[in-house]
Nanobody, 123 residues
């Protein structure tokens, strides 16, 4: 089992920045990919970004590419999502997820999920 705990969400003004963290624990040796997804009210969960746990490969949704950056610290078992130039449309609950598979943007391929952290972009 893998446990994931997100933190860092909150209220941020348009154009501002926020950094989300995801602390992982448990049986991490089989994890291949760590991803960030988000879900806004009334919408489906969508992929945001992902990073290989074993290499430097990354994935970004076209909606966030150039504004968000996903990084990791394997020594701390932590994945980060740096969110810059945020927009009201980025408002959502952000979820961290872990996968033992090799898909980056398919939610069904992620076996482990955190509880989510709310990000609200508003002036």
């Amino acid at each position: 089992q893998v446990q994931l705990v997100e933190s860092g969400g909150g209220l941020v003004q348009p154009g501002g920045s926020l950094r989300l963290s995801c602390q992982a624990s448990g049986r991490l040796r089989n994890v291949n990919v760590m991803g960030w997804f988000r879900q806004a009210p009334g919408k489906e969960r969508e992929p945001v970004a992902a990073i290989s746990w074993r290499s430097v490969s990354t994935y970004y949704s076209v909606l966030v590419q150039g504004r968000f950056t996903v990084t990791k610290d394997n020594a701390k078992n932590t994945v980060y999502l740096q969110m810059n130039a945020v927009e009201p449309k980025d408002t959502a609950t952000y979820y961290c997820a872990a996968s033992t598979d090799n898909y980056y943007d398919i939610a069904e391929k992620y076996e482990y999920w955190g509880q989510g952290t709310q990000v609200t972009v508003s002036s």
